[in-house]
């Protein structure tokens, strides 16, 4: 199996930047996809940007220009830089896994959750 377990939240002021961290472990060769999603009070799940082990990317349309998302080749660590953070982005963010070499459809793993606030 494997395991993710997310760090970096915190309370920011609009506008400031943000990097989250990914730690990943177990059988990460199996693993295809990692991603990061976001789940505000009161929404569903989004997804927020997923990365392959060739460096590809790919971002909802929300956060694409403000948000990267990168990672090590061997899928040990998985972070999130967001920068120009707007209230909206307040959610707690998950990091996901998946064995599939594709941006949608379900994820295998998750991680617990980093909580992410950003006041006006």
């Known amino acids: 199996q494997v395991q993710l377990v997310e760090s970096g939240g915190g309370l920011v002021q609009a506008g400031d930047s943000l990097r989250l961290s990914c730690a990943a472990s177990?059988?990460?060769?199996?693993?295809?996809?990692m991603a990061w999603f976001r789940q505000a009070p009161g929404k569903e799940r989004e997804f927020v940007a997923a990365?392959?082990?060739?460096?590809?990317?790919y971002y909802a349309d929300s956060v694409k220009g403000r948000f990267t998302i990168s990672g090590d080749n061997a899928f040990n660590w998985v972070y999130l830089q967001m920068n120009s953070l707007k209230p909206e982005d307040a959610a707690v963010y998950f990091c996901?896994?998946?064995?599939?070499?594709?941006?949608?459809?379900?994820?295998?793993?998750w991680g617990q959750g980093t909580q992410v606030t950003v006041s006006s």
């Open positions: 990365i392959r082990r060739s460096g590809s990317t």
């Open positions: 996901a896994a998946k064995v599939a070499i594709e941006w949608t459809g379900p994820y295998d793993y």
């Open positions: 177990g059988r990460l060769f199996t693993l295809g996809t």
